[in-house]
């Protein structure tokens, strides 16, 4: 997981775009590495798009599986429009405008691969978007009775 977030903050600051990844640990999840770059890749987008950069973070996840946060500094959403926000063709305004799609594909995406995102405005200013990861099944070799 880490490598996978490491080539895709690589390819951002390659282009210029003010994008961080914080140190963490190296983890293994359950996901297709494609889908996992696209919602990684739109949440990155959002918050570079409304909120100036993005710092992405990894940790692991109490009870198993793992965290990548995407922080931005811009102005978060509004509380009465966080439940809508990860809804299609739903416009939070600001700058850079959008069509309303990027979070709801994000969102969409990670559903499919059994895992969860959220979104929360932090304390002292910008956006959190959280993806919860599930980890890898464990798979028991299957014993020999004969």
Do not use: K
């Not at 951002?12 to 990684?40: D, F, S």
């Not at 009465?80 to 995406?109: E, F, S, T």
């Amino acid at each position: 997981l880490r490598a996978l977030l490491e080539a895709l903050a690589d390819d951002l600051a390659a282009a210029g775009q003010p994008v961080t990844l914080l140190p963490g640990a190296e983890l293994r999840v359950a996901a297709r590495p494609a889908a996992l770059r696209r919602i990684v890749g739109n949440l990155a987008g959002n918050a570079l798009r409304h909120g100036g950069g993005a710092r992405l973070s990894l940790e692991a996840a109490p009870g198993g599986g793992a965290l990548v946060h995407v922080d931005d500094d811009g102005p978060g959403i509004p509380p009465d429009r966080l439940p809508h926000a990860l809804r299609p063709w739903v416009q939070l305004g600001g700058a850079g405008g959008g069509h309303g799609l990027g979070l709801a594909i994000a969102h969409d995406l990670a559903e499919r691969d059994g895992a969860r995102l959220s979104l929360a405005n932090r304390d002292g200013g910008g956006l959190r978007a959280t993806l919860w990861l599930p980890p890898v099944p464990i798979v028991s070799a299957p014993t020999n009775s004969g």
